[in-house]
């Protein structure tokens, strides 16, 4: 399976850490940065409907919101088909899946495919966090015949909709964004995806939630220990895979990208795998938790960067409890 390219969006709308302060979230730039390492977050809310009511209606939150999924899905697919050089005519296949789903159905998927004008089938296959590299495990995992030349897939996480922005604990974290990815499993493209992964422990279907009405919790601190273990074996397991086919390659020359939940916990997988700095990627301390978008989301900002390499992986964790990755080797006709 091969990776065209990448897009991404961000509502313009900003929560910095002055502005938590000001909603009386009893917390400070200082607090903030030492627990979870994040300056700023964008939201698809109008910021006088968080000062007015810090979010205490989910429902009227989904009224208020500048955007939809749809709407900000699609924003990042455009980019995304700009630079594959395709149209919306070209996609034979849409899947999407992400953390917070304005309607139980239909599928997102569809209606970013109503957004976008595109005639074919659309699915949603989610798993949270984690949806992107679950989305890609499946997607390589099928046989080529039986999908379209090329296939889109949106994550689209808008999830300040579901925070309590009386809880500091959670409003701190989350930002909303959306990534899109152009996928081909026959033409040749800028990267392939040589190695998936995807695990799961459903016994921890608590420990992250958010309800159909409802906001969003979790076990902080578990989850963390959960998110930092996880993150680190994917990532350790895709790079030796790839060292054993590439033997003139070493760790260092391998990029990381993770689930960019906090910074101190990729920071922490970072030192675990003995990343060096100059192949950690990440974007968690501008954009916040962006949920499935985070990941994919970084490699999209980060699109035309040498400093890539030839070699990455992303390791993303997620609610069920489910953990994902996938290994992505620069083709030799890359530019």
Not at 24 to 34: M, N, Q, R, Y
Not at 44 to 54: K, N
Request: net charge negative.
């Amino acid at each position: 399976m091969f990776l065209h390219a990448l897009g991404h969006f961000h509502p313009p709308n900003l929560l910095t850490n002055a502005f938590l302060e000001e909603l009386g979230l009893e917390t400070s730039d200082a607090w903030i940065l030492e627990r979870v390492g994040i300056r700023s977050r964008h939201t698809v809310l109008p910021l006088d409907y968080l000062r007015q009511t810090r979010n205490r209606d989910v429902r009227a939150a989904q009224e208020a919101a500048l955007y939809s999924n749809a709407q900000t899905g699609a924003h990042a697919a455009r980019l995304a088909l700009t630079r594959a050089g395709l149209k919306p005519s070209d996609i034979g296949l849409v899947v999407a899946g992400g953390c917070s789903p304005d309607e139980c159905i239909p599928a997102e998927s569809n209606r970013v495919a109503q957004e976008l004008g595109i005639d074919a089938p659309a699915v949603d296959l989610q798993s949270a966090c984690s949806s992107f590299c679950t989305q890609l495990h499946f997607l390589t995992g099928m046989r080529p015949e039986r999908l379209p030349e090329y296939v889109l897939v949106v994550n689209m996480d808008n999830s300040t909709r579901v925070v309590d922005y009386a809880d500091r604990s959670s409003a701190v974290l989350w930002g909303d964004g959306s990534s899109a990815a152009v996928l081909s499993p026959l033409v040749p493209g800028r990267w392939r995806i040589t190695e998936t992964r995807l695990a799961g422990d459903p016994s921890g279907a608590d420990k992250v939630r958010v309800p159909r009405i409802g906001h969003f919790t979790q076990h902080g601190a578990e989850v963390q220990k959960f998110a930092i273990r996880r993150a680190g074996e994917t990532f350790l397991d895709l790079r030796a895979d790839y060292l054993a086919r590439h033997p003139d390659q070493g760790p260092g020359d391998v990029t990381f990208i993770g689930h960019q939940a906090n910074l101190r916990m990729l920071e922490a997988v970072q030192r675990r795998c003995e990343v060096p700095e100059s192949r950690h990627f990440f974007n968690v301390h501008v954009r916040g938790n962006t949920g499935a978008a985070g990941a994919p989301g970084v490699l999209s900002e980060h699109w035309d960067d040498p400093g890539l390499g030839d070699a990455l992986v992303l390791s993303v964790v997620g609610s069920g409890l489910t953990w994902a990755g996938a290994l992505l080797e620069r083709t030799r006709a890359a530019p």
